[in-house]
């Protein structure tokens, strides 16, 4: 991992006519340890990081993960997600910065330099899938972003690219994977070590890019019914990951920051850690009420693999103890000391593993595919093989703390049967979805606003800036506004207000 950071070195020699350069000027002032030309599989490996990495605090805890009632804080500062209100900080828009400085420019790299090599074919193919999936969770947060100029500073010294719409984004992914999936060559080399999904392997690659094709096309489901059909047919048809064997995960050996886990190092670090002992931390969060209650009332056997409560400076995992804070307070509560928070020992353990995309969410999304009549299999088989794939990946993901026994599985499936009517088996899948989804909270909160489900009850408190909605959307970066200044008042035009409450394209009522 020590060549994840490739120092890419631009020379610049001006020299007037009035003073001459020094012959061996340029072989004198060229850094010999740095490389002028992307190393592809090195840049790939920083591009899987960085997207990973990226502001899974500030999203994930305080903004997406507040917005479906996965976390609540008491404070006001990080208080988005769980109140609606912003009163400071990069909350809103760390996410759009973060994705642009780093991985979408370093996927740009990445592609730039294998796209006219004929024995490339398979790195520029699982390039271009990779690239779909940074920027798919970039216009699901915001809306319209800049696409198709995103990268051209550089190339064409354009500075203020536009913005496209998230229809034209969406057409240009799900057809790029779709590209992307047909140049996959066998005789030809790919990524070794440095792709840490798969290293390399294509076969599992074309199986996450058809996962990725359906994860989109179910998005359409409502703004265009017709094309969300006609991919997920594609995606289908083509194979997805419905087992857990073809599961992208992406294992973590501690130590360095680049080593850990990207959600367990952020949430320790705001929140979470051996030293708060549950009594105080930064930002004031614990596990929402309305996430712990669920999980309580249906006796899901998940609750004691990713939440604990401390006791006499240790945390425990027993049920009965588990509590959740309410979402909505704007004071610390007496009880917050002995509430529910995620456990150190498995999902938020450094070395703990992360899942990108899996099996459960792909069996979830079948199930309502089949309800749709848009392939066969019965809804309540996919639904069943969705929760025992969740809850056997507990401990392949989060170690042996987390495991979750057969029968305990067996036991939730016969207590928890799939409804006989659509939309009480449209609840119960993406409720489902919400639980086994998590800790991916860009995923859950927009597959959430496109659902609705579960059915959630915003707080309304003093000041909040939706009129009392859980938001739709995450707004801009201010420097969009004052820097890119006509690219962004023509997207605010075409989209809507750069609000909380504005919807992006695929998210209609």
Not at 31 to 55: G, Q, R
Request: hydrophobic share 35%; proline share 4%.
């Amino acid at each position: 991992m020590n060549n994840l950071y490739i120092k890419l070195v631009v020379v610049v020699i001006f020299c007037s006519g009035l003073i001459a350069c020094d012959d061996g000027f340029k072989e004198v002032n060229t850094n010999p340890n740095a490389s002028p030309n992307v190393e592809a599989e090195y840049m790939f490996t920083k591009t899987i990081y960085d997207a990973l990495n990226n502001s899974t605090g500030t999203v994930y805890e305080f903004a997406a993960g507040g917005f479906v009632q996965h976390f609540a804080t008491y404070l006001e500062v990080p208080g988005l997600g769980d109140k609606y209100v912003y009163t400071s900080g990069s909350y809103p828009y760390a996410y759009f910065s973060g994705a642009y400085l780093n991985a979408i420019n370093e996927i740009y790299k990445v592609i730039e330099s294998v796209e006219d090599d004929e024995n490339a074919v398979n790195k520029h193919a699982i390039a271009v899938i990779w690239q779909a999936y940074i920027y798919h969770r970039v216009t699901d947060l915001y809306g319209m972003i800049p696409y198709s100029e995103a990268t051209t500073a550089a190339s064409s010294s354009n500075y203020s690219p536009a913005y496209d719409t998230q229809e034209e984004i969406y057409t240009s992914m799900l057809t790029n994977l779709e590209t992307a999936i047909n140049e996959f060559d066998s005789s030809k080399e790919s990524f070794g070590d440095g792709d840490l999904l798969y290293s390399g392997n294509t076969a599992k690659w074309e199986k996450f890019a058809y996962s990725l094709m359906l994860r989109l096309s179910m998005r359409l489901t409502k703004v265009d019914p017709a094309m969300a059909q006609q991919w997920a047919n594609k995606a289908i048809a083509g194979g997805i990951i419905e087992d857990s064997s073809d599961d992208a995960i992406i294992d973590y050996v501690g130590g360095q920051v680049i080593n850990s886990n990207p959600v367990a190092y952020q949430l320790r670090g705001n929140n979470y850690s051996d030293s708060n002992q549950g009594n105080t931390n930064t930002e004031g969060g614990k596990y929402s009420s309305t996430f712990i209650t669920y999980l309580k009332d249906n006796e899901d056997p998940r609750l004691g693999s990713i939440s604990a409560v401390w006791v006499d400076g240790s945390q425990v995992t027993t049920t009965d103890l588990q509590q959740g804070m309410p979402n909505g307070l704007t004071n610390r509560p007496s009880d917050f000391s002995i509430l529910s928070e995620p456990n150190l020992n498995t999902i938020l353990g450094l070395t703990s593993s992360l899942l990108v995309i899996g099996s459960s969410e792909m069996n979830l999304l079948l199930a309502e595919a089949s309800i749709r009549g848009w392939t066969s299999g019965s809804p309540e088989t996919y639904y069943q093989k969705a929760i025992t794939n969740s809850m056997t990946n507990m401990e392949k993901l989060y170690g042996t703390d987390a495991r979750i026994t057969s029968d305990e599985i067996s036991a939730y499936i016969a207590a928890h049967p799939l409804a006989n009517d659509k939309e009480s088996q449209l609840e119960q899948i993406h409720t489902e979805f919400w639980v086994s989804v998590f800790p991916d909270e860009i995923e859950v909160y927009s597959n959430w606003r496109r659902t609705g489900y579960p059915v959630l009850t915003p707080v309304n408190v003093t000041g909040n800036l939706t009129g009392g909605t859980i938001p739709r959307r995450l707004t801009y970066a201010p420097s969009e506004a004052s820097v890119n200044t006509e690219s962004y008042n023509a997207a605010v035009a075409a989209q809507g207000e750069d609000a909380f409450t504005t919807r992006v394209w695929w998210d209609i009522e």
